[in-house]
């Protein structure tokens, strides 16, 4: 019977770029052969001179946690940033975050919000909420509490904690944003109540926060994520939630004549 190691050795010898990252991940575990941290660097470094994503992104940590070498943030950086333009989407992130600390790099909050934007796009729930937090206080970005509030429902639902903290830390300026006429800010309100992210699940509430951004959002509407959502709640709410949140939506035009 062949030893498994042996012939990702072998293969790892004659170039070959996977199996250069198998052997390095060996390495950092113990899976099958004695840990090695410096092994796994010098396999990790093979593979990622020779292109390989997700081996400049372990290699990349290596340095910056100091694995099998002294603490190179700055290295850590440089490989980050290969495996980032190959659209590696944890690489992304930390990337993204190096530029927020200006750790290894000059701090840049612009550079941050590209990089984690770009994660983000890719569906990473931590560079999503992270996102999030950038534009709550806006940095490198224009502040905005809505796109803030859209993130952090995004990761919520998710159930990202660190996002549903922050959710419940700007409610009050999000439903000033909803009664204004933001049709988004009410829809994430809607969502908020619809998964109690923060809150208990209340249906009346998430019908009404859904007829006010039909009713009365007069801006940064999205036609199709309305009528998605509109779907959804008229298909659970029962007769009783809607009876309740009609009382609730008169209440919100109350408070909205209150804030003009």
């Avoid at 198998?22 to 593979?47: D, S």
């Avoid at 206080?137 to 809505?146: A, M, Y």
């Avoid at 998605?228 to 919100?252: C, F, P, Q, R």
Wanted: one cysteine or more; aromatic letters at 8%; charged letters at 20%.
């Amino acid at each position: 019977m062949t030893n498994p190691i042996q012939d990702l050795l072998a293969l790892a010898k004659k170039n070959d770029a996977d199996a250069q990252y198998e052997l390095a991940e060996a390495y950092r575990t113990g899976a099958g052969v004695p840990e090695n941290q410096k092994e796994a660097l010098h396999w990790y470094r093979a593979a990622a001179e020779l292109g390989l994503a997700d081996a400049q992104n372990n290699l990349g940590a290596m340095y910056l946690s100091g694995l099998g070498t002294d603490k190179n943030p700055t290295d850590a950086v440089y490989w980050y940033k290969k495996s980032a333009e190959q659209l590696q989407v944890h690489a992304q992130f930390n990337l993204g975050m190096l530029y927020l600390l200006g750790t290894g790099v000059d701090q840049s909050d612009e550079n941050a919000v590209y990089w984690l934007h770009a994660a983000a796009e890719q569906g990473d729930l931590e560079a999503i909420s992270q996102l999030g937090n950038l534009y709550q206080l806006g940095r490198g970005v224009e502040q905005n509490i809505v796109a803030a509030a859209e993130l952090h429902t995004v990761a919520g639902i998710e159930g990202h904690l660190p996002s549903i903290e922050k959710l419940n830390e700007y409610q009050v300026e999000l439903e000033e944003a909803a009664l204004n006429g933001s049709a988004l800010a009410a829809l994430c309100m809607s969502k908020k109540y619809d998964h109690g992210l923060g809150t208990g699940p209340d249906s009346a509430q998430t019908y009404a926060w859904l007829q006010w951004a039909r009713l009365h959002g007069t801006h940064d509407e999205d036609d199709g994520a309305l009528e998605e959502w509109e779907i959804y709640v008229n298909a659970i709410a029962s007769e009783t939630d809607i009876e309740a949140g009609k009382k609730l939506l008169n209440e919100m035009r109350g408070r909205a004549d209150e804030i003009i």
